[in-house]
């Protein structure tokens, strides 16, 4: 797979382009500095992956993640950051972007780099724990008018939670496949593409 790797400190993009060249699928194809080289590089190239710092300046990574999904919608974005600021993990959710890792997370790079190249989400442990308490609101949202039923909304609120399925089904006392098709049913009506949305979606209505 194709990568660019962006990112404001020489030292980091050298280190990841030696880091990751010594995988034999991996191919880093462009290198840049802030988010406007990003944006470049990626109209340019068309890489498979698009690794990306967040703080750079010119143009930060959220801006240029922000351009580039809107040019192409299916890019495939992997941030990778020292920040773990609750503002930054919600603004890059809000944008559909694939995955978001401490820089301290190296070890799990090359891994993480090809679930997001599979179509997967990749979010680092330290990102996901500070999900729920960023999710857990009051509901103050008029469900029905969505065409969501009690349970449904059960459901949404236990995904908020970082419940999986057989979580969620043994709290309410139902089978996995019954959650599966609950939460199929879900995105469906409120035309959402995965659980990460969805919790976000949840996040967004209720703040």
């Known amino acids: 797979m194709r990568i660019i790797i962006i ?4 030292f980091v993009t050298t280190s990841l382009k030696t880091i990751l060249g010594s995988d034999s699928e991996i191919e880093v194809v462009g290198i840049g500095s802030d988010g406007t080289d990003g944006l470049k590089l990626y109209k340019e190239l068309q890489p498979d992956i698009c690794l990306m710092d967040i703080r750079m300046k010119n143009m930060n990574g959220i801006e240029a993640s922000s351009e580039i999904l809107a040019h192409d919608p299916e890019a495939k974005i ?3 950051t020292t920040f773990q600021d609750d503002e930054y993990i ?7 972007i ?3 890792l401490i820089k301290q997370d190296y070890d799990s790079l ?4 090809k679930s997001v190249y599979r179509g997967q989400s990749v979010f680092g442990t330290d990102i996901v724990s500070k999900l729920p308490s960023m999710l857990r609101k009051n509901v103050s949202l008029d469900w029905e008018k969505l065409g969501l039923t009690t349970k449904e909304h059960e459901i949404i609120e236990q995904i908020s939670e970082g419940l999986n399925n057989k979580e969620i089904a043994e709290t309410l006392y139902l089978s996995e496949g019954t959650v599966r098709n609950y939460i199929s049913q879900i995105l469906e009506k409120l035309d959402l593409r995965d659980r990460t949305q969805l919790a976000i979606f949840y996040y ?3 703040k």
Do not use: C, H, R
């Not at 990112?7 to 020489?10: A, E, H, R």
């Open 98 to 100: 694939k995955g978001y």
């Open 204 to 206: 967004q209505t209720n």
């Open 78 to 80: 992997l941030l990778l």
């Open 7 to 10: 990112d404001d400190d020489i």
């Open 110 to 113: 090359n891994s993480a780099i």
């Open 90 to 96: 919600i603004n890059a959710l809000k944008l559909g």
